[in-house]
């Protein structure tokens, strides 16, 4: 086995040429990706908004539209089949995109749309909404929509709820930054309460029968929460059910490529995890391989 293939990333390459929050070009984070020795690379721009009430509050202040949001992701779709060619023999890159779940009556059509249309490799299932208001945004979001479900527990309930229902519509191929509902959280708050634990657990059985793979997305280190996506019991659980991990950077900046990989990895050792789950491209088939984790 090439003890090397565990250096894999599923979750990254965010970048400023098509995403208003990111920075750098598509390019420079695969250079980065080779320069940090990663053999697989697999690229996931933001999917494109269609309301305009989704609009983020730092697009709209730079003048974004939806048309803009739709056009600048017709243009990745495009550069990533580039870069793939370009990056050949020294990068496997792996051409995908990170869904919404908004509008939520008709956000699987759109998404499915969108992969089908653009022939990607692959697809990364994320929830950044909850009752149609952004959740990572700013702490000022994250209170409204905390406001709009009647307080925090329901609201953690229904995040997990919306995670579940967007991985039985969509069947990603990765499940994202599980607990994502933490970021801007009130600290010390309890989000394992016996009936935010039974939500999480429904979507875990969903990835589980949808034959998903969750990321060990180390975003949560670089934002000063103290630990990545997902927490412990959260890893525990999912690693008790058979539930595969892979990694990802979540990077925005070339210079996050690769940030907190090796943490990650023994993080997950620590946590009962020996080994990641890597995807493979071979012309149209996409094959799915566990690799064990070096101690």
């Given amino acids: ?60 202040a730079k003048g974004y539209t939806l048309e803009r949001l739709q056009l600048e992701f017709e243009r990745y779709a495009e550069e990533s089949r580039r870069v793939q060619r370009l990056f050949e023999g020294r990068l496997s890159v792996l051409r995908g995109f990170e869904v919404e779940v908004v509008p939520s009556d008709r956000y699987a059509e759109l998404m499915q749309g969108l992969r089908s249309r653009h022939a990607f490799d692959y697809m990364v299932g994320s929830v950044h909404h ?14 409204a929509a905390v406001d709009a479900c009647g307080g925090l527990e329901p609201f953690a309930v229904r995040y997990y709820e919306t995670v579940r229902q967007m991985i039985e519509d969509l ?92 943490r990650a990895r023994q993080y997950l050792l620590s946590n009962g995890v020996a080994s990641v789950t890597i995807l493979e491209s071979s012309g149209r088939t996409l094959a799915r391989r566990a690799v064990l984790l070096p101690m």
Wanted: hydrophobic share 40%; proline share 7%; charged share 20%.
């Fill in 171 to 262: 069947q990603p191929e990765v499940v994202g930054h599980f607990d994502l509902l933490k970021l801007h959280a009130p600290a010390g708050t309890d989000l394992a309460t016996p009936r935010i634990r039974r939500a999480a657990e429904k979507a875990l059985a969903a990835a589980l029968a949808g034959g998903c793979i969750l990321d060990l997305n180390t975003a949560g280190w670089r934002k000063g929460l103290g630990e990545p996506y997902p927490g412990p019991w959260i890893v525990q659980a999912a690693t008790a059910a058979g539930i595969p991990f892979c990694f990802g950077d979540d990077s925005h900046d070339p210079s996050e490529v690769g940030y907190g990989i090796d």
């Fill in 1 to 60: 086995m090439d003890p090397g293939l565990w250096m894999a990333s599923l979750h990254g390459g965010h970048c400023g040429e098509f995403c208003e929050h990111a920075r750098g070009t598509l390019r420079g984070a695969l250079d980065a990706a080779v320069e940090a020795g990663f053999r697989i690379y697999g690229l996931s721009e933001h999917a494109p908004r269609y309301e305009q009430h989704h609009i983020y509050d730092s697009e709209r």
């Fill in 130 to 143: 909850v009752a149609g208001i952004s959740i990572d945004e700013s702490p000022r979001q994250f209170g």
